[in-house]
């Protein structure tokens, strides 16, 4: 029987570990988000505490509602049954009550989960975080609630990184990053734009001037092309150069024949952008009459496409089913027009008089080897030729490390910033990086998890100090009771605009979930923390609860049919009280009548809780495993941190 406790204990991470993998939405989260608390709450009706939770790891969740990735849904338990819980839109349900869109930072700011800062302070030493996008600003809000005094150095006009740069304006509102980002400047960071480096101050500059650590967060801002005859003509361009175009209100110029190469979101971004209208933001008209006709003229534009004025088409080395983009980016591309040709190769730009006339294809056979490196297989013999006017390279992206030099003592490898994995301290022991220049492009969420590790190492740095992270858990009873009828709901997107639509405007394209619907959504949620506990001293193998299981993952089996299986012999025999060796020995007949194992699937329980309910003797219990991550701190050099700095004979504590 598992101990029930109504007082957090420290665990063992590896005696905890099992547990918490339980919670597959948060385990899978890089900032391990509590998904299954959030949902839980916004189903219950709690939508203040829905978005603390959902707040408390993470210091962007508003955008993370709209454009994260979510690995958590793509490992949700309920997709092992139907589909995954809508827990990114769900997200987005209550951000947009209570997060910082709402006009108010009061909940931001109350919503910070403490636990995860070091529990010592900084002592006002200068930081400065160079880059202004989701990793950058992650390490200024951690550093500057610890006490330290951050500046932030942007290099474009304002904020944002690839949020502004590369996430399309119809997926995610500028309005809305600008509230997530002045919520943490509210904080008290100081966010100076304009500012390049090795163009307006060097990281040499930035040492003379005082800052005792600092951090680098400049990301990938170049798109890569592929070295194709015919790819140097002007009409050949980089897809991400597009979207920061596209996305600041001053387009490129686009023939009627587009052809973007590429098959994940970045490619999808770039297609779908390019089938829209150019963006004339609404500050700029002058009357109502202005905006008025801008919209016609967009609805007009709208009805040239879908009629065969412009044509986009996408293609890709991968088969449709292998595609790497989401599959709503490609069901909803497909809609808005944008024509796919999966598993071609590009191999020339075929052009007349300096002009872009198509792209030759060939067929791919496979993108990886039997290894799973990518090596992709093509057969030269099936050419595909599309007519096109503009190409557009959607690839990858790539850094521009010119700012470095020698004096700085920061080396790279592979194109990228050489980290620590660890600590992401770079081979200069006062300079720190991470996100996409330390491990190449990921999720937004990946650049947030890796900016936490690296602002607990600078404090470390500057504090001679080493954080760990540590778990601490409880039992209790559980409180189990779901909505009728939740494991038949089925999981529902949330609305979005008709293709027509979406293609003529560039507002966002995704409607918030309506109260009702969401709470329908939320109560999908299978409450993975809840779990079934047997305590087999009280079990009279009556073999209710296989009976009643609707799952059919609770099996009663006989020692006799478990010989080789080592594993399970060797819990047999030491529940037993007959050493393993001795239990071998045993004939069939007598592993039949010494006893059976009672195996459960957990992989597959929906925690209906009816074995409960069943049992006879309350063998099996209903319980909740709480658990949260927090950070302590251990007066002593972290040996993974070199070089420190010798902390202040006086800690001064913030006000």
Not at 132 to 154: C, I, M, N, P
Not at 259 to 288: E, H, L, T, Y
Not at 450 to 471: E, F
């Amino acid at each position: 029987m598992l101990q029930e406790s109504l007082e957090f204990e420290l665990a063992d991470p590896s005696s905890a570990d099992y547990w918490m993998k339980m919670v597959k939405c948060q385990d899978a989260c890089p900032v391990h988000t509590n998904a299954c608390g959030y949902v839980t709450a916004i189903a219950e009706g709690r939508y203040e505490d829905g978005y603390r939770i959902a707040r408390a790891t993470n210091p962007f969740a508003s955008i993370c509602g709209r454009v994260c990735g979510a690995p958590c849904e793509v490992n949700c338990r309920r997709g092992d049954l139907d589909s995954p819980v809508t827990i990114r839109a769900l997200k987005r349900f209550v951000n947009e009550m209570y997060g910082p869109e709402s006009g108010d930072y009061s909940h931001y700011h109350a919503g910070a989960n403490e636990r995860m800062l070091s529990p010592n302070r900084g002592a006002f030493e200068r930081i400065a975080v160079v880059g202004g996008g989701v990793s950058g600003l992650t390490v200024a809000h951690d550093l500057t609630r610890l006490g330290y005094k951050v500046t932030v150095f942007e290099a474009g006009s304002e904020a944002g990184g690839m949020l502004t740069a590369g996430v399309p304006i119809y997926r995610l509102p500028r309005d809305l990053v600008r509230a997530e980002i002045n919520a943490i400047v509210s904080m008290g960071v100081e966010l100076k734009c304009n500012m390049k480096l090795g163009r307006d101050f060097t990281i040499g500059s930035l040492r003379a001037e005082g800052y005792k650590a600092i951090f680098l967060g400049v990301g990938l801002p170049k798109g890569r092309k592929l070295p194709l005859p015919g790819s140097d003509l002007p009409q050949v361009l980089d897809g991400m150069d597009f979207l920061r175009a596209f996305n600041e209100g001053r387009p490129m110029e686009l023939g009627r024949r587009v052809v973007v190469i590429g098959g994940g979101n970045v490619a999808f971004d770039v297609a779908r952008s390019a089938v829209r209208p150019a963006k004339v933001p609404m500050a700029d008209a002058q009357s109502d009459m202005e905006r008025t006709e801008r919209i016609a003229y967009d609805v007009a534009r709208s009805a040239l496409r879908m009629s065969g004025d412009k044509e986009i088409h996408l293609i890709c080395l991968e088969q449709r089913h292998e595609m790497p983009a989401d599959e709503i980016e490609i069901e909803e591309g497909e809609e808005e027009g944008i024509r796919l040709h999966p598993a071609r190769g590009p191999r020339e730009v075929l052009h007349e008089n300096g002009y872009v006339t198509g792209l030759r294809t060939v067929k791919c056979l496979s993108v990886f080897d039997e290894h799973g490196k990518f090596n992709p297989k093509f057969d030269e013999s099936v050419i595909e030729d599309i007519e096109a006017d503009t190409i557009m390279f959607a690839i990858g992206q790539t850094s521009d490390l010119s700012f470095l030099s020698p004096e700085d003592g920061v080396e790279t490898e592979r194109g990228l910033i050489k980290v620590d994995p660890d600590t992401y301290q770079t081979t200069a022991s006062d300079v720190f990086a991470c996100g996409d220049i330390a491990h190449g492009p990921r999720l937004f969420i990946h650049a947030i998890a890796s900016a936490q590790i690296a602002a607990r190492s600078m404090h470390d740095y500057l504090r001679g100090t080493r954080t760990d992270v540590v778990v601490r858990k409880r039992w209790l009873p559980a409180d189990y009771t779901m909505v009728s009828g939740w494991d038949q709901f089925q999981r529902q997107n949330p609305p979005a605009l008709e293709p027509e639509a979406r293609a003529a405007t560039v507002n966002i394209v995704e409607i918030n979930f309506p109260e009702a619907e969401a709470r329908k959504q939320a109560s999908r949620c299978l409450r993975c923390n809840i779990n079934t506990v047997f305590d087999t001293s009280i079990c009279i193998g009556c073999n209710g609860c296989v009976d009643v299981c609707p799952e059919n993952l609770i099996r009663l089996i006989g020692l006799e049919r478990l010989r080789k299986d080592s594993f399970l012999m060797k819990i047999a025999s030491e529940s037993a009280g007959i050493s393993a060796d001795d239990l071998q020995g045993y004939s069939d007949e007598e592993l039949k009548e010494l006893g059976a194992i009672m195996l459960k699937d957990e992989s597959t329980c929906i925690r209906c809780g009816m074995c409960a309910s069943r049992c006879p003797t309350q063998a099996i219990k209903m319980k909740r495993f709480d658990f949260f991550r927090e950070c302590v701190t251990i007066n002593a050099p972290n040996p993974k941190i070199h070089n420190y700095v010798s902390p202040p004979l006086v800690q001064i504590s913030a006000v």
